[in-house]
């Protein structure tokens, strides 16, 4: 493991002379910013990949651990603090599906702070692509989704419900679908429901609140922040069938809204004006 942290170390240094360029101009440095954190992203996949091979000899969700391990070194580098709220809303027996807001590249941060073991994320295939971070990703048991071919993305979800039950694994989705900084949440995409009906598991909510004070991409903001979470109490879908996954979208949306704006300090200006017009 010495090689491993002396090899870190000398990539680091590497990256310190673009960090320092960065201090005099904003659009690079935020550029040069995000792309050593992708590096850093790459360089800790990299050797996060022999441990988990030595782990497990192959994919497994015990292999998450490993990666959450490495995973937790980012939020070091970036100066992003954590203040979590209601983690022991994961304490529960059994898999279930984990819903959370996604806002950029950053919530990888995030996601290893406190991600649950055995949790495996749902992701777009083309991370698969990503050298290192897509091979460390699927050593750890991510599942990866085609979102142009709905029906494959479908039936793909549809093996995870049995699978998550057979192996005892929670699932992470991003419902949104897609990164959002926009100070909002996006509409739900409904297949994290769909999953969550179909194995008959829990969702559980987890709220991030928005970067807007320390990260911008249109500002080319990225500073050091605290980041406050919140894992929010479970969601039931004992007896629900196919036919109830719009309302338990909508309400799960509901309750992750709220909660985002209350995080955020941000008054719901929707909300506010749907009570003027009642
Ligand atoms: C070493 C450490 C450091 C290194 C770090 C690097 C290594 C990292 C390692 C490890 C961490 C990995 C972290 C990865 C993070 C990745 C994040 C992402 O990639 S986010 C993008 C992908 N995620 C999604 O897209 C969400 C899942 N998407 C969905 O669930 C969608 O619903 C989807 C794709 C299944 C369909 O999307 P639609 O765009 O077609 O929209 P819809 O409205 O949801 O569905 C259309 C109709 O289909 C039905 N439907 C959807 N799913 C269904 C289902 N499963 N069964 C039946 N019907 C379903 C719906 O009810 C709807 O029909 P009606 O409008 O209601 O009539
Ligand atoms: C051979 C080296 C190739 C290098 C490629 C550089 C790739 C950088 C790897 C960083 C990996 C971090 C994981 C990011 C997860 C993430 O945040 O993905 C974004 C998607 O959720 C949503 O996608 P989008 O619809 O594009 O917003």
């Not at 070091?76 to 529960?92: H, Q």
């Not at 959370?100 to 406190?114: A, C, P, T």
């Not at 598991?201 to 987890?206: E, F, L, M, R, S």
């Amino acid at each position: 493991m010495d090689g491993c942290w002396l090899l870190l170390l000398g990539a680091l240094l590497l990256l310190l002379p673009p960090l320092l360029l960065m201090e005099a101009f904003g659009a690079l440095r935020f550029r040069l910013k995000i792309i050593s954190y992708c590096a850093l992203c790459v360089l800790l996949s990299a050797l996060a990949v022999p441990v988990c091979l030595l782990k497990s000899g192959g994919r497994s969700a015990d292999n998450m651990s490993v990666v959450r391990a490495f995973g937790r070194v980012m939020k070091y580098v970036y100066g992003m603090r954590f203040e979590v709220k209601g983690l022991e809303n994961f304490n529960i027996e059994g898999p279930c599906v984990v819903i959370s807001n996604h806002q950029s590249v950053l919530d990888m941060m995030g996601l290893f702070e406190i991600l649950p073991d055995r949790c495996v994320q749902i992701a777009k295939k083309e991370l698969l692509y990503a050298g290192p971070a897509g091979i460390v990703a699927y050593l750890a048991g991510v599942v990866y989704i085609n979102r142009k071919r709905t029906s494959d993305a479908k039936s793909i979800m549809a093996e995870v419900a049995q699978t998550m039950l057979k192996e005892n694994l929670k699932v992470w989705v991003y419902p949104e679908g897609t990164r959002n900084n926009n100070g909002d949440l996006l509409p739900f995409k409904k297949g994290a429901f769909h999953l969550a009906i179909q194995a008959q598991v829990p969702i559980i909510p987890v709220v991030y609140a928005s970067y807007h004070t320390f990260y911008n991409q249109s500002r080319n903001l990225f500073r050091t922040g605290k980041i406050k979470v919140e894992v929010l109490p479970r969601v039931e879908t004992k007896d629900l069938m196919e036919e109830n996954a719009s309302e338990l979208t909508e309400k799960c949306y509901t309750m992750m809204r709220e909660t985002f704006f209350q995080l955020s300090n941000k008054a719901d200006e929707t909300r506010g004006s749907v009570l003027a017009a009642q």
